[in-house]
């Protein structure tokens, strides 16, 4: 069955980094388009990043372009998303998800909190 | 860039149907759609995929008490014999262009 684990948040400083790791198993990780999707306490969802199956193609929502990178490792059915330049509005769970063009599997989620 | 619009809450008595309603903006109309619920402190879980002709193909293990319709740039979902797990934020998506898009979710309350 599909999986997807997500691990790495946690508190972290304004202006911090955070790097989130996605686990995948239970399908074939290389054929499918990946995203990042957050949710903010009480919020709706809000989705992040995408990145395409062989990593020629990402895109960002405009609130993390140029602080977020999203990445693959396809050897070992990974997902990333390193977040730079973190702000208070970052606080959210962050969800890895797989995309089909729809979002069809969800992970569990990883908290990160960003406050000093 | 297409935009989702759903009502922010809904209610039903257990047992019988409720309609939930995600309205595609304009020029947006002949979008697909995808149908999520979360229920309380839990992660979403995909529910279906719902095309403007109102075919839908649904996730394993989504019961049969769930289905989906679409009118113009409508996409519904529908929930027959409420039970209380389906008590829940439902959430529809869309994409375009690389973008990806959520409603902000209906707050279903089974009463």
């Known amino acids: 069955q599909v999986q997807l684990v997500e691990s790495g948040g946690g508190l972290v400083k304004p202006g911090g980094s955070l790097r989130l790791s996605c686990a995948a198993s239970?399908?074939?990780?290389?054929?499918?388009?990946m995203s990042w999707i957050r949710q903010a306490p009480g919020k709706g969802l809000e989705w992040v990043s995408y990145?395409?199956?062989?990593?020629?193609?990402?895109n960002y929502a405009d609130s993390v372009k140029g602080r977020f990178t999203i990445s693959r490792d396809n050897a070992k059915n990974s997902l990333y998303l390193q977040m730079n330049s973190l702000r208070a509005e970052d606080t959210a769970v962050y969800y890895c998800?797989?995309?089909?063009?729809?979002?069809?599997?969800w992970g569990q989620g990883t908290l990160v909190t960003v406050s000093s | 860039q297409p935009v989702l619009t759903q009502s922010s809450s809904a209610s039903a008595s257990l047992g019988s149907s409720v309609k939930l309603t995600c309205t595609l903006s304009?020029?947006?109309?002949?979008?697909?759609i995808a149908w999520h619920q979360q229920q309380p402190g839990k992660a979403p879980r995909y529910l279906m995929k719902?095309?403007?002709?109102?075919?839908?193909n649904k996730g394993s293990g989504v019961p049969d008490r769930f289905s989906g319709s679409s009118s113009g740039a409508d996409r519904y979902l529908t929930i027959s014999n409420l039970q209380s797990e389906d008590e829940a934020d439902y959430y529809c998506?869309?994409?375009?262009?690389?973008?990806?898009?959520f409603g902000g979710g209906t707050k279903l309350t089974v009463l």
């Open positions: 719902l095309e403007g002709s109102g075919s839908y």
């Open positions: 998800a797989r995309v089909s063009p729809e979002v069809d599997y």
């Open positions: 998506e869309t994409w375009d262009s690389n973008n990806w898009v």
């Open positions: 239970g399908f074939t990780f290389s054929d499918y388009y």
């Open positions: 990145i395409s199956s062989s990593s020629s193609y990402t």
């Open positions: 304009s020029g947006h109309s002949s979008y697909i």
